[in-house]
């Protein structure tokens, strides 16, 4: 359905897309540890690996809370208008 509404659309990571073409030094520091250090290739790998196990295509790039991890990504976020003259 084509509408007139403005949308902001947020980022995706195509998980299979990543695991197929990144290199490893592409991977390293992708993700965060709980205590604020990066992860190295090989734990970036398995967290992209457990997101596909989940049946998760996509990734948001940021937090989203409209998202399709199957076949979308983000759904989209209506955009407020502003009152004319602004």
């Not at 992708?30 to 967290?47: H, L």
């Amino acid at each position: 359905m084509i509408t007139s509404e403005k949308k902001r659309f947020h980022m995706r990571l195509d998980v299979r897309g990543a695991l197929t073409n990144w290199k490893k030094s592409e991977l390293r520091g992708m993700f965060k540890r709980d205590d604020g250090k990066t992860m190295s290739a090989d734990e970036a790998k398995a967290i992209l690996l457990d997101e596909l196990s989940k049946g998760h295509n996509f990734i948001p790039i940021g937090t989203c809370d409209n998202f399709d991890h199957k076949e979308h990504g983000c759904m989209g976020h209506s955009v407020e208008k502003k009152p004319e003259g602004h």
